[in-house]
């Protein structure tokens, strides 16, 4: 089945340091892509719709200049927390809907960044 | 009123029962429903993906979804402490509408 792979998996730095993780679908290409933020024993937060060669849409309330998303090509999406801050602590969690699939669902999620700012 | 409701409280179950989780939501332009497993510090796994209304089983899973009364359900047969997890539901309009998610069941069974 449709596979999307997420790194790093784990992540802790320093306040002020940007961070960026990678989301790749692996053997089937993705146009858009999903960004989510969770908290823990909450849901998933969808932050942004990452599009190939065209800009990200953010959600309401979500900075686009504090995240930043890339998705240069049809298999990568990076997500870039910049001068993150202990408030960004997270886990970070990209999806994609698989090749073939009927209205952009189901979506296939990768396995989470967990991203710690101390 | 949310778009997806699912109640979090956990529900533990002795090994062996039968799990029965549902959500009901409120947009009735909702066509694509699934529930997602997903084990701590994990991403959500794909369990069931039902398109409309209708029944759908996979092994010991069984999802079922009742557009009329904006209802869906998982069942989960001879359950396994294996799956011990949290289980969410999903659904959406389709193209590239956003998912929406309930809040999330943690279960756990009991071995």
């Known amino acids: 089945g449709a596979v999307v792979s997420q790194h790093p998996s784990w992540v802790i730095c320093k306040s002020g340091t940007s961070v960026k993780i990678e989301c790749r679908s692996l053997?089937?290409?993705?146009?858009?892509m999903f960004w989510y933020r969770q908290f823990p024993k909450q849901s998933l937060m969808l932050m942004a719709t990452?599009?190939?060669?065209?800009?990200?849409?953010?959600e309401q309330g979500v900075e686009k200049d504090k995240f930043l998303i890339n998705h240069a090509s049809l298999t990568l999406s990076t997500l870039t927390v910049t001068s993150a801050h202990p408030e960004d602590s997270s886990f970070y969690i990209c999806?994609?809907?698989?090749?073939?699939?009927?209205?952009?669902?189901?979506?296939?999620f990768g396995d989470g960044t967990r991203l710690s700012i101390l | 009123q949310k778009e997806v409701e699912q109640d979090p409280g956990p529900l533990s179950v002795p090994e062996g029962a039968i799990v029965s989780l549902n959500c009901t939501y409120s947009n009735s332009a909702f066509q694509y429903f699934m529930w997602y497993r997903q084990y701590s510090r994990k991403g959500p796994e794909l369990l069931m993906y039902t398109y409309s209304s209708g029944n759908k089983e996979d092994g010991r899973f069984t999802a079922q979804v009742d557009k009329s009364s904006k209802y869906i359900s998982l069942f989960i047969r001879d359950s396994q402490p294996s799956d011990s997890a949290t289980y969410l539901c999903?659904?959406?309009?389709?193209?590239?509408?956003?998912?929406?998610f309930g809040k999330g069941n943690q279960v756990v069974v009991i071995p």
């Open positions: 990452s599009n190939e060669g065209s800009k990200a849409t953010y």
């Open positions: 053997d089937f290409q993705a146009t858009t």
């Open positions: 999806s994609a809907p698989g090749t073939g699939m009927v209205g952009n669902q189901p979506q296939h």
């Open positions: 999903a659904m959406s309009a389709g193209g590239n509408n956003r998912l929406a």
